[in-house]
């Protein structure tokens, strides 16, 4: 069994699966010659070539416009966009046309495409380049979004992605890309969307996350020293709110950890379906613990921005102590 970092893990998943499946193309912005901004793709143009591993126009509705179209036409394109901010141009394509197309055509095409986005803060990058958008597209009927916290979930969630029928967003949390290593199968395996995971078993309080939050939330549970349930969601839609209304029922309490601003964040979603679940299990009213509501300010302020585990351990001890 291997050791590999997020990078790599998702290097590996996209080798076996373009080695698998001839129906299987990556294309975008530097993707090929350079390996991609963040190296994820690096020698995978030598080793499949141009045709498969395709170096795009700086153009993202174009990128994801023509991905489409060879997903309808029976291909399994992987379209990368730089960082998640340049999401922007693409959200047509993206939100009218390849969410609605199974809707749309009464299930005659579907669009088994997977977007592959650098996601979030913390690696001290200019404008447009640290944002944390998945709330928008969690709420755009089609679409599934999923986000990885480890190189393990990172493997087995793009494999389950990239042979999905309908479109996919798989977020990347560039702040742990290299942050860890742990032991990653050699061979293929797959982790379903739509199922979280359990990384810590507690009674007294439920964390919620997902993404780079998850290892400042495992941070915050050391240093408390109390006995906290973690919830790692993996997928933000559809997300298992089972799995969530189990944990809380046991514990009373819960918190939710996530990067992006506070006001419409994912974090409410959880909140209010804990509510409407979990009212009579609860002993204190549900904390979150967020980005600010205003834009993700340059690098000299970004990890004041960003919640870290001294902000998830007060969140931590004023739910406890409610």
């Known amino acids: 069994?291997?050791?590999?970092?997020?990078?790599?893990?998702?290097?590996?998943?996209?080798?076996?699966?373009?080695?698998?499946?001839?129906?299987?193309l990556l294309m975008g912005e530097d993707i090929g010659l350079n390996g991609g901004v963040f190296?994820?793709?690096?020698?995978?143009?030598?080793?499949?070539?141009?045709?498969?591993?395709?170096?795009?126009?700086?153009?993202?509705?174009?990128?994801?416009?023509?991905?489409?179209?060879?997903?309808?036409?029976?291909?399994r394109p992987i379209p990368e966009i730089q960082f998640e901010g340049f999401l922007g141009p693409a959200y047509d394509q993206i939100c009218s046309h390849a969410a609605r197309m199974r809707s749309r055509t009464r299930g005659a095409f579907t669009v088994p495409l997977t977007i592959r986005v650098p996601v979030g803060g913390g690696i001290h990058a200019p404008e447009l380049h640290s944002d944390s958008p998945e709330a928008i597209y969690a709420h755009t009927p089609g679409l599934k979004v999923v986000m990885p916290s480890s190189p393990y979930d990172a493997k087995g969630l793009l494999i389950s992605a990239i042979r999905d029928p309908d479109p996919v967003i798989y977020f990347e949390p560039k702040r742990i890309y290299r942050a860890f290593r742990e032991e990653v199968p050699e061979d293929e395996y797959t982790l379903p969307i739509g199922k979280?995971?359990?990384?810590?078993?507690?009674?007294?309080?439920?964390?919620?996350?997902?993404g780079a939050s998850?290892?400042?939330?495992?941070?915050?549970?050391?240093?408390?020293?109390?006995?906290?349930?973690?919830?790692?969601?993996?997928?933000?839609?559809?997300?298992?709110?089972?799995?969530?209304?189990?944990?809380?029922?046991k514990t009373g309490r819960c918190v939710v950890v996530h990067e992006a601003p506070l006001t419409c964040g994912f974090g409410a979603e959880i909140s209010a379906r804990i509510m409407e679940r979990c009212f009579l299990h609860l002993e204190a009213p549900v904390q979150r613990v967020a980005g600010f509501d205003t834009t993700m300010p340059y690098y000299k302020l970004e990890l004041d921005y960003l919640p870290d585990a001294a902000r998830v351990g007060r969140a931590i001890e004023d739910c406890l102590a409610y």
């Open 196 to 210: 979280a995971r359990t990384v810590s078993e507690g009674n007294e309080l439920t964390i919620v996350s997902w």
């Open 39 to 75: 190296r994820v793709t690096e020698g995978l143009q030598a080793r499949f070539g141009k045709e498969r591993v395709v170096d795009t126009p700086l153009a993202e509705s174009g990128i994801i416009g023509t991905a489409i179209g060879l997903a309808m036409a029976g291909l």
């Open 1 to 24: 069994m291997a050791t590999l970092n997020l990078v790599q893990a998702i290097n590996l998943a996209l080798i076996q699966e373009m080695e698998k499946d001839d129906r299987v």
């Open 214 to 249: 998850v290892v400042q939330c495992m941070q915050a549970i050391e240093n408390s020293g109390r006995d906290i349930e973690l919830i790692d969601l993996r997928t933000i839609y559809p997300f298992d709110i089972d799995a969530v209304e189990a944990s809380v029922s």
